[in-house]
């Protein structure tokens, strides 16, 4: 951003070489217009503490960590605000571990739970695309808490699918939504946890209004594009040693618009095997 004005490019991902299927990229730098801008301003969102340097040694409750994203207006619709207060984070972390505090946790396996903040700006980046009725993807769905709050978003009319490759994960996650508020949408089967490789996305419920992916690609996987609804939208952490959170809008002629939210630091999107390793 240059003088207050956004700059655009466009170009093509050319890895296909059949010209008809090229999809068009529109990359849009950081647009920060509200007083969220002030965070932005921090090198690795994930990886520092919002409420911490605020005082986040106070917040023993949930309603009392949603009502400090909300001041600090990480949190802005009431849509998320009511979910962020329904589904307790408490529920879905490990025993022994502070919930509340704005800060990632291990949950095991190489994998953390995101930090409270991270949690509220995806669910607000989505949150358009999480209408009654509509389709949720969440990628890399670890202890279940985003695939909880999709699934009461968009209601027992519509369908929130979390992958997991690790079969541990999926089901301490499915413990863990059955002691929420989500538990009669998971036995309705309207949320579902499979486990899988969350890169292939999971086809059975193309397409989806909203996708979100919880670790970091090196770059979009393309079966993540192809699963996204024209109209809908994909949160996803893109890069290796620096990492910025990409927001994808399939327009409605399939084009692809892609810009950059903020910087951000997240464990790699890899394999099963990888990722117990320890590497990329």
Not at 49 to 71: A, H, P
Not at 130 to 137: C, K, N, S, Y
Not at 152 to 161: D, H, I
Not at 181 to 186: D, E, F, K, N, V
């Amino acid at each position: 951003m240059e003088n207050g004005w956004v700059i655009e490019k466009k170009g093509y991902n050319n890895n296909n070489n059949n010209n008809n299927n090229r999809v068009r990229y529109t990359h849009l730098t950081t647009r920060t217009t509200t007083n969220f801008s002030l965070f932005l301003l921090k090198p690795f969102f994930t990886g520092n503490s919002l409420m911490k340097r605020y005082g986040s040694s106070s917040i023993d409750r949930n309603n009392t960590m949603v009502e400090t994203l909300k001041r600090y207006a990480v949190i802005r619709s009431q849509k998320v605000q009511d979910v962020m207060q329904i589904i307790d984070r408490a529920l879905f972390v490990p025993h022994g571990t502070s919930p509340y505090v704005d800060t990632p946790l291990s949950i095991g396996y190489n994998a953390t739970i995101s930090a409270p903040h991270m949690h509220a700006t995806c669910l607000e980046l989505l949150h358009q695309n999480l209408q009654p009725g509509m389709r949720a993807l969440d990628v890399g769905s670890g202890t279940g808490y985003l695939t909880a709050c999709f699934a009461l978003m968009v209601g027992p009319q519509g369908r929130a699918v979390g992958v997991e490759h690790i079969p541990e994960l999926v089901d301490f996650s499915i413990k863990n939504i059955e002691k929420s508020a989500a538990a009669p949408l998971l036995k309705d089967g309207v949320l579902q946890i499979n486990v899988g490789d969350g890169r292939e996305g999971w086809p059975e419920y193309a397409p989806y209004d909203a996708i979100h992916v919880g670790a970091a690609a090196p770059e979009i996987p393309q079966p993540l594009i192809d699963q996204l609804k024209p109209g809908g939208r994909m949160v996803i952490p893109v890069g290796n040693i620096f990492q910025d959170l990409k927001v994808v809008d399939k327009n409605l002629d399939g084009s692809i618009s892609v810009r950059s939210e903020t910087s951000v630091r997240y464990v790699p999107l890899t394999s099963k095997d990888a990722q117990i390793r320890g590497s990329p």
